[in-house]
T-cell receptor, first 113, second 118 residues
Framework: GQQLNQSPQSMFIQEGEDVSMNCTSS?????WLWYKQDPGEGPVLLIA?????ELTSNGRLTAQFGITRKDSFLNISASIPSDVGIYFC?????????????FGKGTHLIIQP | DVKVTQSSRYLVKRTGEKVFLECVQD?????MFWYRQDPGLGLRLIYF???????EKGDIPEGYSVSREKKERFSLILESASTNQTSMYLC?????????????????FGEGSRLTVL
């Protein structure tokens, strides 16, 4: 199936720092989604991107849909302890519709006080 | 609030046992999915269903089957559990997107079922 390459695999940062992570694919996507998974919970949608070049914000989170449609970036500004978790990028399985999403392997965010 | 409920948060089973993981959603969603999550591998799609009694294989269906007898319920079945099926299992549901240029709706996930096979 399609593969999404997500990096970095993990991040150890200080509270208050900005965070940046990205996702790339060899295939073109026309939707990019970013999910966050808190410890012991299921993933929850943070941001959805539907147009190449689109830049979308949700509070301290900003995500961009790359112009080539093969990449996406997620930035978190001024990190706080509750930002800890695993962040996943995702895109529709080829064929789309009801076929679900393919996910990157995740970025573990760990915040040191 | 939208809700996807997985019947068991934690299960311990023995090799060879038959295992049922149940998932119920209260959002009247057409589509339901089962993923497994393993460290370093992310989320991988096992099976999905876009209608009652319909099912489609995902990326890793081997060793699993599913059942969708009612719209709100999607069950994952391990006919004969093996140790390599020890994992976190996540159920999700979605509706078809509202516009044709968006080819996926948002997936809503349950809290997960952590299965250990001894």
């Amino acid at each position: 199936g399609q593969q999404l390459n997500q990096s970095p695999q993990s991040m150890f940062i200080q509270e208050g720092e900005d965070v940046s992570m990205n996702c790339t694919s060899s295939s073109i996507f026309n939707t990019w989604l970013w999910y966050k998974q808190d410890p012991g919970e299921g993933p929850v949608l943070l941001i959805a991107l539907y147009k190449a070049g689109e830049l979308t914000s949700n509070g301290r989170l900003t995500a961009q849909f790359g112009i080539t449609r093969k990449d996406s970036f997620l930035n978190i500004s001024a990190s706080i302890p509750s930002d800890v978790g695993i962040y996943f990028c995702a895109g529709p399985v080829s064929g789309g519709g009801a076929d679900g999403l393919t996910f990157g392997k995740g970025t573990h965010l760990i915040i040191q006080p | 609030d939208v809700k996807v409920t997985q019947s068991s948060r934690y299960l311990v089973k023995r090799t060879g046992e038959k295992v049922f993981l149940e998932c119920v959603q209260d959002m009247d969603h057409e589509n339901m999915f089962w993923y497994r999550q393993d460290p370093g591998l992310g989320l991988r799609l096992i099976y999905f269903s876009y209608d009652v009694k319909m099912k489609e294989k995902g990326d890793i269906p081997e060793g699993y089957s599913v059942s969708r007898e009612k719209k709100e319920r999607f069950s994952l079945i391990l006919e004969s559990a093996s140790t390599n099926q020890t994992s976190m299992y996540l159920c999700a549901s979605s509706s078809p997107p509202l516009t044709v240029w968006v080819n996926t709706g948002e997936l809503f996930f349950g809290e997960g079922s952590r299965l250990t096979v001894l």
